[in-house]
């Protein structure tokens, strides 16, 4: 192959989980956070010996990020590796070790009088970190007394994040029994959720009640997990005064109620268009409604054919060279270099994500996790995490502190890469059954966003509110998450997924809550980022590159209105994000019309 389709670690880490590079790394990172805990020990608060202190440990969180990041890969690629899961836990006590030092240095500028904090912010060292300090500092007042937040970090290790662990763990153990050309397979959870992409509806169809059955029968266990996890935000939550369940994820993404509420309530709007476009790929798939299972489905087109892993790296580079000549060259030395883990086996975790290991190489890396199985939705997700990868690259000469860019406008630098690729594959398609296939799985990518994601955003809103009276059954979490898909796609749908709760690993992830809103944000946000770069062609990569400086130094509104000119509190810049989906949907409903008079 021209390009590896599996991952380089062994740059990173030579042996694997039993490295002993890692373990001299880690054993290092130790010595360091105990000498790191003896000078804060004998700090006198002075600015001079703060800013310094500061000024390290952000290094200490490198080194942290680097082990999480490399064990991450390793237990992703293969669930069956142990020590690579008994690392995790390991290091995932270093890192909260290197927070408990945060904390205690967050105790100290907290309690700086209003002078003392601004001479702090003054000092040279600390300047391109002001936003962040700032942030840091007005957190930290929002929170319980230091000593209180300490003990609630150090047990939620062998709480909370455990039963994170737990939670990967059993879905890494899963095997879903699949007949497949003529033999039963037993397939990952990654693979079966392949196959519900699948062309042909009875594989899909066959491919969705397996996976139902599969969760129904660990629904019991994964609604333990999940109750759990929610139990041990809303205690802390409210320990800390906390009445709304959306002020971490919020306070998280730097944005404002107003600009969520506003983005859903727009795209409430526009659902309309969305369900003309539903129900026209019914009767193009033959039937009379759009089932969960169908929401994604290819359309049956000629030219609609798999594309091998090769052939998708050389697209995705050809098109991002249209748009964006340096984020063509970066993608292109990902690809070459051994970044991505696209390999379709058994034993690896389902879903696809980047992770940064800032210590690698002579400025950083990435990494990128997926499961390639030559579909278009396949080479979108590859385009897509490399956007992720590529938002990294443009940060890597900032001090890490103003590296730490929140999850939405993370969602932006990938969506804007996907958005590329879709669109000129689009226009370029040779004839008009492929250009209609694309074109519907350009749209479909949207209704992702705007119903799918938004049925994840009203089930978490409303299990957690109903969490606060006690824990939920399996059997109500089901009842919960159809009601939510109900609401989001508008009752379009035949056939709903009830166990998509416990099959969706975004709802057991401890980093952060609300794992979804944040890609529906990121979608509309990119739009607007991508029709500016249409318009202006490649003089438009150094702004572009500029706003990706910018997503870890100030609030999104504020992002906005410096580099875009728009307020994300009015619906104007969402309505006009939407009218580019509308337009896809017009063309795709023109495109269509002599195939179904011809039904």
């Not at 390009?3 to 380089?8: A, E, G, L, V």
């Not at 000024?55 to 942290?64: F, P, S, Y």
């Not at 390793?74 to 390991?90: E, F, M, P, R, Y």
């Not at 879903?176 to 899909?204: C, T, W, Y």
């Amino acid at each position: 192959m021209k390009y590896p389709i599996t991952w380089d670690l062994e740059s990173v880490f030579a042996g694997g989980s039993e490295s002993k590079e890692y373990v001299a790394f880690v054993e290092e990172t130790d010595v360091y956070i105990k000498k790191f805990n003896e000078r804060l020990a004998k700090v006198d608060d002075s600015v001079e010996q703060l800013a310094e202190l500061i000024e390290d440990i952000q290094q200490l969180m490198l080194r942290a990020r680097q082990s999480g990041a490399f064990i991450s890969c390793l237990s992703s690629a293969n669930v069956q590796d142990k020590k690579a899961i008994q690392w995790l836990g390991t290091i995932r006590t270093q890192s909260n070790k290197i927070q408990q030092i945060w904390t205690k240095i967050e105790e100290k500028i907290v309690a700086f009088s209003e002078e003392k904090w601004q001479e702090l912010l003054k000092h040279e060292k600390l300047q391109p970190i002001v936003f962040s300090l700032n942030e840091s500092r007005e957190k930290a007042k929002d929170k319980l007394p230091p000593d209180q937040e300490r003990l609630a970090s150090k047990l939620a290790i062998d709480g909370y994040h455990s039963w994170g662990s737990f939670y990967n763990q059993l879905v890494g153990d899963m095997e879903f029994p699949f007949e497949e050309d003529g033999e039963e397979k037993r397939l990952s959870a990654g693979q079966i959720q392949n196959r519900m992409n699948h062309s042909d509806r009875d594989v899909r169809k066959r491919a969705f009640f397996a996976s139902e059955k599969g969760w129904e029968q660990k629904a019991d266990t994964f609604a333990t997990t999940l109750n759990s996890l929610a139990g041990f935000r809303l205690q802390l939550y409210d320990a800390r005064g906390w009445e709304n369940v959306l002020k971490e994820p919020l306070d998280i993404n730097r944005m404002q109620e107003q600009t969520l509420d506003t983005m859903w309530n727009t795209i409430e709007e526009n659902k309309p268009m969305l369900h003309q476009f539903m129900e026209r790929k019914a009767r193009l798939l033959n039937i009379d409604q759009l089932a969960f299972y169908d929401v994604f489905a290819p359309l049956p087109v000629d030219g609609d054919e798999k594309i091998s892993y090769d052939d998708a790296c050389d697209l995705i580079i050809k098109h991002f060279k249209t748009i964006s000549p340096k984020l063509a060259n970066f993608a292109e030395m990902a690809l070459r270099d051994g970044w991505i883990e696209a390999e379709d086996r058994p034993g690896k975790r389902p879903g696809g994500f980047c992770t940064s290991l800032p210590l690698s190489g002579t400025e950083g890396e990435s990494r990128i996790f997926m499961t390639y199985d030559g579909s278009l939705a396949n080479v979108a997700t590859l385009a897509h995490e490399l956007g992720h990868a590529y938002h990294s690259h443009c940060l890597k000469e900032l001090k890490p502190f103003a590296r730490s860019y929140a999850m939405n406008v993370a969602e932006t630098a990938s969506t804007f890469a996907e958005n590329i690729v879709a669109d000129a594959l689009v226009k370029e398609a040779q004839s008009e059954d492929l250009r209609l296939s694309l074109l519907e799985n350009k749209i479909s990518r949207s209704l992702a966003f705007f119903m799918n994601i938004h049925a994840r955003f009203i089930f978490e809103k409303n299990f957690y509110e109903a969490r606060k009276s006690g824990t939920l059954s399996a059997a109500d979490l089901n009842q919960l998450m159809e009601e939510a898909q109900k609401q989001a796609f508008g009752n379009a749908l035949s056939e709903y997924s009830p166990t998509f709760w416990a099959s969706k690993l975004h709802f057991h992830i401890t980093g952060v809550p609300f794992y979804n809103f944040p890609y529906t944000f990121g979608f509309l946000f990119s739009l607007g980022i991508y029709k500016r770069a249409l318009d202006a062609g490649l003089s438009f990569e150094d702004n572009y590159i500029d706003l990706l400086k910018d997503t870890a130094s100030m609030k999104v509104e504020e992002l906005a209105d410096k580099h875009l000119g728009v307020d994300l509190t009015q619906a104007e810049f969402w309505q006009d994000a939407l009218n580019v989906v509308k337009e896809d949907i017009e063309e795709f409903l023109k495109l269509t019309e002599e195939k179904i008079a011809a039904k």
